[in-house]
Each structure stands twice: as C-alpha cells, then as structure tokens.
C-alpha cells in the first residue's frame, strides 16, 4: 500500500515551453499532495501544498503562476511549469500524504521524482 | 531561519554499525522521520519516531531521540553495501509540513 507514482519520470523541453508533470496515489486518496523542488546534492525543499478541490498553498518565493498546481481529484495532483526556462532544471518531487500502513498516523509518501532539463 | 544539520557525509565498512545524526529546530515536532534516497529516485520511509518516545528499534535500524538537545540519530547495524544512499531526516513543526535536513550521504565500503 501507499504507491506513489510520477510521470514523466523525465523530460527535457526547449526554453519557453510548458511541462506538465503528474503525481499519482496508486492505491489510496489523499487529500494533500506536497510538491518539491531538489537540486544537486541539496535537500528538498517544499514549493507547495496540493489540496483536493481548492487552490494550492505556495511556499514563500515560489511564484504560483510559474508553477501551476491542481489538484483536481483525490488521486491526482499536476504541476505546469509555465514558460520554463534553463534555471527551472532541477529534480521535482511530489508527495501524498496518508495513513495507510501506519495506523493512525498520517506520513507523507513521496513518487520517484522527475528531472526535469529545460534547454 | 536555521536549518535542519546533518553532516554531510559517512563512510563504514561493510557488516560494520552506521550512525546519521541529524539535529533539528523545532521543538513542537510530533513526530520525526528518516528518509532514504538512492541516487535519481525518490524519497523511502524509512522509520519515524514519536516525540514523547527516547529510542524506537525496527530490525536493523535504531533512532534515538535527545528532545533537550533537539538531536535524532539512525544507527544501522550490520550495514550492507546496499544501504549506501543520501539518508534524510524531517521534522514536522506544523500540522503536516516537513521540514528536511541537509541531507547525509552514506558510503558503504566492501
């Protein structure tokens, strides 16, 4: 239990497109999604909370109409990167958050990650 | 604001004990987590630790949770090359969010 996929696992776009990545809870619901943001060698760092059917929660500094999130049903939460550019590279992970498998506690259950390259 | 520090790398011997120290900032955090992370892939739960609790064993992992130093450590005993992999602790200051540390790469030597 507890699965959490990503796709694409990997996409490399042209400076100015847009890029859609998909977050999936495979085998259960979650009404928060978290979305992150990791560089080279560097931790993760959370951009935003994905809430089923409202608008998501930015992080401070994360611009909400760069990195469009929704949340649209309680199996799955996008990210758009909008106009990207080369310094939007960057490994970008998602998590979903449940108690499945934990008892009563809730724990945040990531995807594989998308690395992203935006020529 | 302060950062969740772990130091930045370990290495050990095969069948040798591994011990990741993380210290933390906020002392409100209910629960706390280690996370594993192989190279290109995501984030593995690897155990948590309830803040009332000192230590939790889970087979061949150990936390140990120091709340007056705010320190957290994973022991890994009998540590395999397969356990070679970036290992992150998290705190959780609010309702949900995590807040991760630096991040400790693990080096398993056979």
């Known amino acids: 239990g507890a699965v959490v996929s990503q796709h694409p696992s990997r996409v490399i776009c042209k400076s100015g497109t847009s890029v859609k990545i998909e977050c999936r809870s495979l085998d259960f619901q979650a009404t928060t999604m978290f979305w992150y943001r990791q560089f080279p060698k560097q931790s993760l760092m959370l951009m935003a909370t994905?809430?089923?059917?409202?608008?998501?929660?930015?992080e401070q500094g994360v611009e909400k109409d760069k990195f469009l999130i929704n949340h649209a049903s309680l199996t799955l939460s996008t990210l758009t990167v909008t106009s990207a550019h080369p310094e939007d590279s960057s490994f970008y992970i998602c998590?979903?958050?449940?108690?499945?498998?934990?008892?009563?506690?809730?724990?945040?259950?990531f995807g594989p990650g998308t690395r992203l390259l935006v020529l | 604001g302060e950062d969740v520090e772990q130091s930045l790398f370990l290495s050990v011997r095969e069948g040798d004990s591994s011990v990741i120290n993380c210290t933390y900032t906020?002392?409100?955090?209910?629960?706390l987590y280690w996370y594993k992370q192989e190279p290109g892939a995501g984030l593995q739960l690897l155990t948590y630790i309830f803040s009332n609790m000192d230590m939790k064993q889970d087979q061949r992992l150990t936390v140990l949770l120091n709340k007056k130093d705010k320190h957290l450590s994973l022991r890994i005993a009998d540590t395999q090359t397969g356990d070679s992999a970036i290992y992150f602790c998290?705190?959780?200051?609010?309702?949900?969010?995590?807040?991760f540390g630096t991040g400790t790469r693990l080096k398993v030597l056979a």
């Open positions: 998290a705190e959780t200051p609010g309702t949900y969010k995590y807040i």
């Open positions: 994905s809430n089923e059917g409202s608008k998501a929660t930015y």
């Open positions: 906020d002392s409100s955090s209910t629960y």
């Open positions: 998590s979903a958050r449940t108690s499945v498998g934990q008892g009563y506690q809730e724990t945040q259950y």
